[in-house]
């Protein structure tokens, strides 16, 4: 397994810094492109906005 560099991270964090194009590239990291690190970083992202949006619509159904 390849580790991802210091560069790479910082690339990678700048994309996700320019708005449409963090969609884009993050899509494309969830559905397996690219190296695995950053794949499993955007899955576990993905997994904790999940879990944000389910308590938010949660306590805002619970709070009407």
């Not at 690219?34 to 993905?46: D, L, T, Y």
């Amino acid at each position: 397994m390849e580790s991802v560099s210091v560069s790479e991270w910082f690339w990678t964090l700048l994309i996700f810094a320019i708005p449409i194009v963090n969609i884009i590239v993050f899509i494309c990291y969830v559905l397996g492109t690219g190296k695995p690190s950053i794949v499993n970083f955007c899955r576990a992202s993905c997994l904790w906005f999940l879990v944000g949006l389910a308590l938010s619509l949660l306590f805002g159904l619970l709070g009407t």
